[in-house]
């Protein structure tokens, strides 16, 4: 029988078995099929009712205890006045925000007795005017609504005071014929719809491709491994290959009937209109557009599929499986996500770029700019990386030992340095999802604490996973000593690498751009308004170069060490250190440092020299920060000088090694 022949009968028995499975079905089927009508026949009631509610609500706010309170009440209620005046409001009305009297404003507004409160305060110039200053909460929604009305309540009462004063003097012009400015908007609903839509249709098919798909995977690939269902049809005359490629057809049905659902969706409920949905989903969607989109997800579908093969043939165990399928669920979306991101155009390096090609791709035709000749390349970028996976995926899963779960993936259970090497990606798993949690609630308890409490849940974590199996603290974390040229090469080395990651930074920018928010966020995150010098230093400069050390040199380094070879470890330690960092945009060069400090550590054998490498990569930004002058561009050539400097640092450490212990440095005969 040939291979396409034993893989299309293998496929119709596990199709007809995956048609009795009620979970696979919903998951793959049922959920896609009823999410986007359930979506678009919500949304526009929902729009309808957030609309209604916020023209309904009534703010209230304190006025701070203070000399200039009462002033500062009297020129609130002449705003107040002005505005019933301006919308011909009768005396009785409520207004949308009303006085509510506190004796501590600061407090009522702690514990939401009121949306904000004002504070009156006195200029310090000559005219000696009232400055009120509106406080509220950023994190209540209701707070910061409250803040903006008024602000503009008061802002318009400002301008018809000086608007009387001109008139009073004489200058009778009314304030509309003074520079007019009018704006238009020359886009259409279907435009601004599209773009609004463009930025998350990927995204929402690319997760419900992981569902489904990943529903299967695990039963058909780990579920089997477990049952020992792998080990009969091998017995039974199957090759290895038709088996592979039986489960990469299964898999890649779900993703094609997700893809296909989805897209009917939104020909059906927006192109032939059977969903009333609310303006902001005013997409048009004609029979072109459908069958476009359906064929650029084509080859995204197969990358899918190819990616859960290799990830769910890789686990040895249900269990293990779902602990690698978990980050692929987290990362996926997020990158389908780019169009969300200003400034990215398909129109440019980003064409290149398998899923985020994509997904740009698609907001670029909801958007009505179709460019074929762009479209072209990222269906094909994405295709060969789909192509490349499965390929990938075909050749491991082809040996035994991975295919099935055999005896030579048995670990003594007494053995707990072999436990760790086998378990360690399930707790790194683990700790990433309690550091993206963290991430979100960090901002409630102030940077500082945030910053402060990460890094002593890294160092904890290490400390709990080696003391769990039992392991030696000194020998797992590589707390060893080197030879001392070592030091003098870490100095050289640090700023040249940091000097090489800025222009590797200069060089992902056009596909992984730093939007001006972002630059923002971080710099309040990096460098706090009124931070003291000595909070810097320690929550920068001084716990993460120890406390990720441990964690990622120490502890990871030391359970993949039996794994992966030098070049491996080097690659994956990497790179889990720049997923662990969040920030998709410094993903390269977070990873490229994580890449540089694992090589240090292979080579000296020892996480001190990494330690003292991260602290002084951390802490150039921060003296540069606080004390240097404004720093222009580097020239060209500094990178370069850079990139000898890193090379020749790393030569010295080499020629001083005092290599890693038990690094895995061949495979096993065998395989």
Same mark, same amino acid.
């Given at each position: 029988m040939s291979l396409f022949a034993g893989a299309l009968a293998l496929y119709r028995?596990?199709?007809?078995?995956?048609?009795?499975?009620?979970?696979?079905?919903?998951?793959?089927?049922?959920?896609?099929? /009823?999410?986007?009508? /359930?979506?678009?026949?919500?949304?526009s009631r929902i729009k309808e009712t957030s609309e209604k509610q916020a023209a309904e609500k009534t703010h209230t706010y304190a006025v701070a205890s203070g000399p200039l309170r009462e002033q500062a009440k009297e020129l609130l209620?002449?705003?107040?006045?002005?505005?019933?005046?301006?919308?011909?409001?009768?005396?009785?009305?409520?207004?949308?925000?009303?006085?509510?009297?506190?004796? !501590? #404003?600061?407090?009522?507004?702690?514990?939401?007795?009121?949306?904000?409160?004002?504070?009156?305060?006195?200029?310090?110039?000559?005219?000696?005017?009232i400055i009120l200053e509106l406080h509220y909460r950023e994190d209540r929604p209701a707070s910061s609504a409250a803040v903006d009305k008024t602000r503009d309540i008061l802002l318009r009462h400002r301008s018809?005071?000086?608007?009387?004063?001109?008139?009073?003097?004489?200058?009778?012009?009314?304030?509309?014929?003074?520079?007019?400015?009018?704006?238009?908007?020359?886009?259409?609903?279907?435009?601004?719809?599209?773009?609004?839509?463009?930025?998350?249709?990927?995204?929402?098919?690319?997760?419900?491709?992981?569902v489904?798909?990943?529903?299967?995977?695990?039963?058909?690939?780990?579920?089997?491994?477990?049952?020992?269902?792998?080990?009969?049809?091998?017995? #039974?005359?199957?090759?290895?290959?038709?088996?592979?490629?039986?489960?990469? &057809?299964?898999?890649?049905?779900?993703?094609?009937?997700?893809?296909?659902?989805?897209?009917?969706?939104?020909?059906?409920?927006?192109?032939?209109?059977?969903? !009333?949905a609310s303006a902001d989903l005013a997409v048009h969607i004609t029979p072109g557009t459908a069958l476009l989109l359906f064929a650029l997800y084509l080859p995204l579908s197969l990358l899918v599929a190819s990616s859960l093969l290799l990830t769910f043939g890789l686990a040895g165990s249900y269990k293990e499986a779902q602990i690698y399928f978990l980050p692929l669920t987290l990362i996926g979306p997020v990158l389908a996500l780019a169009p969300?991101?200003?400034?990215?155009?398909?129109?440019?390096?980003? #064409?290149?770029?398998?899923?985020?090609?994509?997904?740009?791709a698609v907001r670029e035709i909801l958007l009505g700019e179709i460019d074929i000749p762009m479209i072209a390349?990222?269906?094909?970028?994405?295709?060969?990386?789909?192509?490349?996976?499965?390929?990938?995926?075909?050749?491991i899963l082809s040996a035994e030992r991975l295919l099935?779960?055999?005896?030579?993936?048995?670990?003594?259970?007494?053995?707990?340095?072999?436990?760790?090497?086998?378990?360690v990606l399930r707790w790194f798993a683990a700790l990433w999802a309690l550091v993206v949690l963290g991430s979100i609630a960090g901002s409630s308890i102030g940077i500082f604490r945030s910053l402060v409490l990460g890094q002593l849940v890294f160092a904890g974590a290490a400390i709990v996973m080696l003391r769990r199996y039992k392991l030696s603290l000194p020998r797992a974390l590589a707390l060893r000593p080197v030879k001392p040229l070592v030091w003098p090469a870490v100095v050289i080395g640090a700023p040249c690498a940091a000097l090489v990651a800025l222009g590797l930074f200069q060089l992902v920018s056009p596909a992984l751009p730093l939007s001006t928010e972002s630059a923002e966020d971080l710099s309040k995150t990096l460098f706090p308004e009124g931070m003291p010098m000595w909070q810097l230093a320690l929550a920068l400069a001084i716990m993460p170069p120890i406390c990720e050390e441990l964690l990622f040199r120490g502890a990871l380094l030391h359970g993949l060490r039996r794994r992966l070879g030098p070049v491996g470890l080097c690659l994956v330690v990497g790179l889990v250190f720049g997923i662990f960092h969040?920030?998709?945009?410094?993903?390269?060069?977070?990873?490229?440092?994580?890449?540089?400090?694992?090589?240090?550590?292979? &080579?000296?054998?020892?996480?001190?020299?990494?330690?003292?490498?991260?602290?002084?990569?951390?802490?150039?930004?921060?003296?540069?920060?606080?004390?240097?002058?404004?720093?222009?561009?580097?020239?060209?050539?500094?990178?370069? #000088?850079?990139?000898?400097?890193?090379?020749?640092?790393?030569?010295?450490?080499?020629?001083?090694?005092?290599?890693?212990? !038990?690094?895995?440095?061949?495979?096993?005969?065998?395989?």
């Open positions: 028995m596990e199709l007809r078995m995956l048609l009795r499975d009620t979970r696979a079905v919903i998951l793959s089927v049922v959920v896609p099929l /009823i999410f986007m009508p /359930i979506v678009l026949g919500a949304s209620a002449q705003a107040a006045a002005a505005r019933r005046d301006r919308t011909n409001s009768v005396d009785n009305e409520e207004l949308p925000i009303v006085f509510q009297d506190e004796p !501590d #404003a600061p407090e009522a507004l702690r514990n939401g007795s009121v949306d904000f409160y004002v504070e009156a305060v006195s200029d310090q110039n000559e005219n000696a005017a018809d005071i000086r608007h009387k004063a001109l008139t009073d003097r004489g200058f009778r012009i009314s304030r509309e014929n003074i520079v007019p400015v009018l704006d238009a908007d020359v886009s259409t609903l279907a435009e601004r719809s599209g773009s609004k839509t463009g930025r998350y249709l990927t995204a929402l098919v690319l997760l419900f491709m992981l489904g798909g990943g529903s299967i995977a695990a039963d058909s690939i780990a579920g089997e491994k477990e049952r020992g269902t792998l080990e009969t049809l091998l017995s #039974a005359g199957a090759g290895r290959a038709a088996i592979l490629t039986a489960k990469l &057809m299964l898999i890649l049905t779900a993703t094609l009937t997700t893809t296909i659902i989805q897209v009917g969706n939104l020909y059906l409920f927006l192109g032939l209109g059977l969903a !009333d969300a991101l200003p400034g990215l155009d398909l129109r440019s390096v980003i #064409a290149l770029v398998p899923l985020v090609n994509i997904s740009v390349l990222a269906w094909t970028t994405t295709a060969l990386a789909a192509a490349g996976i499965a390929r990938f995926a075909s050749r099935l779960s055999s005896d030579t993936d048995t670990v003594d259970p007494t053995d707990g340095d072999a436990l760790f090497g086998k378990r969040l920030a998709l945009f410094r993903l390269v060069t977070t990873s490229f440092l994580g890449i540089v400090i694992t090589a240090v550590a292979l &080579m000296t054998g020892s996480v001190f020299p990494g330690i003292l490498w991260h602290a002084i990569n951390n802490a150039i930004p921060l003296v540069a920060m606080k004390y240097g002058p404004a720093l222009a561009e580097p020239p060209p050539w500094s990178y370069a #000088a850079a990139a000898a400097g890193l090379a020749l640092s790393l030569f010295i450490i080499w020629k001083s090694r005092t290599p890693y212990p !038990d690094v895995r440095r061949s495979r096993p005969s065998g395989e």
